[in-house]
Each structure stands twice: as C-alpha cells, then as structure tokens.
C-alpha cells in the first residue's frame, strides 16, 4: 500500500526549500513536486532521506529517476500553460509525468522499455492521474497525435531528432540534452517550420536515448 506520510510530506517541503535555492523559481512548478511523492516511483527499501535526497536514483532497466533539480529545470523550462499537449518522451519511472500532470497539462508520454511502461501506468492510474501512455520507439515520437505544444525529452539524444521537430507546433517549446557520454542541455523554439532557436543551458549526464525496443514481457 502506498503510503505518504507526514515525514515523507516534510522531506518534500525540505527538498522544495532546495530547489528554490538552487534557482527554481516557478511557484507552480515547485508546488508540483511538493505534491508528487517522489518515494512512489523507487524501491520501496530506499530509505525517506534518500528518496528525498536531491540526486538521480537508479530503477529498473538500468534507468534512473531523475535528480528532483533536473526535473524541476526541465519543467520550469517548458512553460507550461494550462491543458497544454506534451509529448514526453522516456516515461521511465513516471516521476517527471507525474509532475506534468499535476500542472494540468495534456502529457502523451512514451517508455520503450515494456517492464518499465507497465509498471509506470499502473502506478500513475493508481495516484489518479491519466496520462496517454505508450510503448513505443522515442525517435518516432507520436506522429498519430501530432502536434504537440510542448516536447520534453529525458534522456540523452545525439542529435536532435529531426521526426520530434516536424511533431512541435510553430511557436512550440522542446527541452533535450545533446550529446553521449556528458549532454548539454538546450530549450528549442520552433519560430517556423524552417527555422529554430536554440539555447543551450549547461552540462547534465542523462541515460542514452535509445531506438530499439525492449520486447520482452515479464
């Protein structure tokens, strides 16, 4: 039974003084991790302090759960508006969905590791949230529900994946770390269907973006 308790509620709070001294200043994207309880979506035998802690944790499939900073600059990064359509790509443990859902956007995400999409819807319909979740290939991106407002990629590309683009509305936001074994973070605009703006915004180490899937169903 998932349990949050007033402790875990307290790390949480200590964890969003962190992040707002660390230079997070979106009031709503800090509300949201205050709300979302880290602690659901890794091991059960970590430890409050550690799940609270303020640094990536490994899951399964040898992926790891974002450090909560990462979460947070990526998100701060989209400015999201109300209902806003993302495409997600790397749902992974549903930590980083779970805070664009409570932000009330629209989240389309993606996991291309199957024991991880599964355990990730499962657990995201049990907290009451209703993201689209799919198994699918990141590089494709979701052409069927096409365009999106706002593209969030969670894991390290090597390039920009030219399919993703073609999916971002004009005027649209995508956030993604290029590069293989350190990334740099950029925020893409698409100013028009020809022309982008790219900023980049520091070195972040992210698990790779990778294009087979993991068929294997256990």
Known sequence: ???????????????????????????????????????????????????????????????????????????????????????????????????????????????RQHNLFIKAKTLLISMGYKPKCYFGDGYLGLQSCSPFDKILVTCGAPQIPDGLIKQLKVGGIMIIPIGEETQIMYKIVKISENELKKEALGDYKFVPMLEELEMKKS
Request: hydrophobic fraction near 40%; charge should be positive; proline fraction near 4%.
């Open 1 to 111: 039974m998932l349990t949050d308790s007033y402790r875990h509620k307290g790390l949480r709070k200590k964890l969003v003084d962190e992040l707002s001294k660390k230079g997070i200043f979106d009031k709503k994207v800090l509300d949201a991790i205050n709300a979302v309880p880290r602690h659901f979506f890794m091991d059960f035998a970590i430890a409050p302090e550690i799940a609270y802690s303020d640094k990536a944790i490994p899951i399964d499939c040898k992926q790891t759960i974002s450090q909560p900073f990462t979460v947070a600059f990526q998100t701060q990064l989209l400015e999201l508006k109300n209902k806003d359509k993302i495409l997600e790509i790397g749902t992974g443990s549903g930590y980083q969905t779970a805070v664009l859902c409570q932000l009330k956007s629209n989240v389309f995400t993606i996991e």
